[in-house]
């Protein structure tokens, strides 16, 4: 699987952006997905994770009611809407995936797993967002 993520950039605070992720190969509408980031000098964090459906969302506490991941299957394509942003925001956020389990792909770990890791990485955007 091949996810590449684009829309990052500069804004200032109370700013928004969206970004994208577009993922290939494999079969990507049957795998969860997932934002995380990076802030300069830190480690890398979760940011927020969909099911492979769409009908499941979970989120850091830190963006919790500014951001919001959405899916488009057809597209395979991932979302993050990000509204309100804050220089604490400032980061490379990186775009991932996680596929089914078992005999015939009907198992999925789970937001508990998903919030720390996932299979698939793509290579990041920078997002900056200026005081």
């Known amino acids: 699987v091949q996810l590449q993520a684009s829309g990052g950039g500069l804004v200032q605070a109370g700013g928004s952006l969206r970004l994208s992720c577009a993922a290939s190969?494999?079969?990507?509408?049957?795998?969860?997905m997932g934002w995380f980031r990076q802030p300069p000098g830190k480690e890398r964090e979760f940011v927020a994770a969909?099911?492979?459906?769409?009908?499941?969302?979970n989120y850091a506490d830190s963006v919790k009611g500014r951001f919001t991941i959405s899916r488009d299957n057809s597209r395979n394509t991932v979302y993050l809407q990000m509204n309100s942003l804050k220089p604490e925001d400032t980061a490379v956020y990186y775009c991932?995936?996680?596929?089914?389990?078992?005999?015939?792909?009907?198992?999925?770990?789970?937001?508990?797993?998903?919030?720390?890791?996932?299979?698939?990485w793509g290579k990041g955007t920078q997002v900056t967002v200026s005081s």
């Open positions: 190969g494999g079969t990507p509408s049957t795998y969860a």
């Open positions: 991932a995936a996680d596929s089914p389990r078992g005999s015939g792909g009907t198992y999925y770990r789970g937001f508990g797993a998903w919030r720390h890791d996932m299979d698939y």
């Open positions: 969909i099911t492979w459906t769409g009908s499941f969302t």
